[in-house]
């Protein structure tokens, strides 16, 4: 598991971007997410690794 957080603006970011962030349920600044890691999410991470932080979580 992985935690997702959104940190710069996507106002100028390419529709491409924008896509695959709202496809993760990131839609504001500062907002999170806790999702499984999985091969598509490292391709969908690649794409916004300019925008994101990462941090591994630890199953409760």
Do not use: F, Q
């Not at 896509?19 to 391709?43: M, R, Y």
């Amino acid at each position: 598991m992985v935690k997702i957080t959104l940190v710069k603006s996507l106002i100028a970011a390419k529709p491409n971007t924008v896509a695959t962030a709202k496809s993760l349920g990131l839609h504001k600044v500062g907002h999170s997410v806790v999702i499984e890691n999985t091969p598509e999410l490292s391709g969908k991470l690649r794409i916004l690794a300019h925008l994101i932080t990462v941090e591994p979580v630890e199953n409760a």
